[in-house]
């Protein structure tokens, strides 16, 4: 009887170790999960995208330079159709009557229509050649050529241009715009033509 009891003792005190060994013991924590794993085609795919973006801003940048480069070369056409515009304008010609040096009403227009650009462009200095047909003395032609350049001058000096600014000389029947012995050809030939002599490179609109 007495063995049996301590034979019991003995057990429950085994019991009572293992149930204090199993309460201290932590449990083992769970594995992580393995990251997903990244197959090719995956980083094909990311590789196609950047390469695409990268494309999109090259060619986005690409069409900003040559946006740019258009306006700069339109502007360029623009400015340059004006200053062409404008020195067509001053080089305009203006006829006379036969043996006249008087200004006709149409060719009063020609020459204001060259005031405002002269006043705009105070730099710009031009030359008044007059001309004559065949008919007449040299001296008598080389006179009235004169005349005809001096009174276009004189023109555009009473409308505010810098006498300075105008020169005159008389070619009389030397240099002709035209060859022949009518009429028609003697128009074209009693005339006051106009050379730019300074300034011409970089004229303003008024």
């Known amino acids: 009887m007495i063995r049996t009891q301590r ?47 990268r494309r999109a801003a090259a060619d986005a940048d690409a069409r900003r330079r040559a946006d740019s480069i258009a306006a700069a070369e339109a502007s360029m056409r623009d400015a340059a159709g004006v200053a062409a515009s404008l020195r067509s304008t001053l080089t305009a010609t203006v006829h006379f009557e036969y043996d006249q040096a008087d200004l006709r009403p149409e060719d009063k227009a020609v020459l204001d229509a060259k005031i405002p650009i002269l006043q705009a462009n105070t730099g710009v200095a031009i030359r008044i050649a007059g001309h004559t047909d065949e008919r007449g003395s040299d001296e008598y032609n080389l006179a009235l050529g004169q005349r005809r350049a001096a009174a276009a001058k004189a023109y555009l000096v009473q409308h505010g241009i ?40 970089n004229l303003r609109r008024p």
């Open 7 to 53: 034979i019991a003792v003995l057990m429950i005190a085994a019991l009572s170790v293992t149930a204090v060994a199993c309460r201290g013991k932590k449990p083992e924590p769970a594995p992580a999960p393995a990251p997903a794993a990244r197959g090719p085609n995956a980083d094909s795919a990311r590789l196609a995208q950047e390469a695409a973006a």
């Open 162 to 201: 810098a006498e300075g600014r105008i020169e005159t000389i008389s070619y009389g029947e030397e240099r002709p715009a035209a060859q022949g012995s009518d009429e028609s050809a003697f128009a074209q030939n009693r005339r006051a033509e106009f050379e730019i002599t300074a300034g011409g490179q």
